[in-house]
């Protein structure tokens, strides 16, 4: 059986619990991807881990969007990154 772990919701809704090894796969791209890129709106961290997971032939089995939208809030609630803005478009910075 796989592991999992519970993700938080920077604003203490109620998260899910997804597979660790996609969280952790997950985690280290967005990380990298804003690391490089700076300041990144949604869909260009979107677009951005999209193009790393085919750069590094990285498989990832389930919907992209929908884990990634999941991670990245729970890397905001666990202040990883952050709201650069609150504006449209929101974008996101590491901390």
């Given amino acids: 059986m796989d592991q999992k772990i519970q993700l938080i919701h920077p604003a ?14 997950l985690k280290k791209a967005i990380i990298n991807c804003l690391k490089k890129k700076g300041e ?39 202040k990883e990154i952050k709201r650069a803005s609150d504006k449209s478009p929101v974008k996101y910075v590491i901390i």
């Fill in 12 to 25: 203490g809704k109620k998260a899910v619990s997804i597979d660790k090894r996609k969280y952790d796969v």
């Fill in 40 to 78: 990144l709106t949604n869909s260009e961290l979107l677009q951005s881990v999209t193009e790393d997971f085919k750069n590094g032939k990285t498989k990832f089995e389930g919907s992209l969007a929908w884990h990634l939208e999941w991670v990245k809030l729970d890397l905001e609630a666990r």
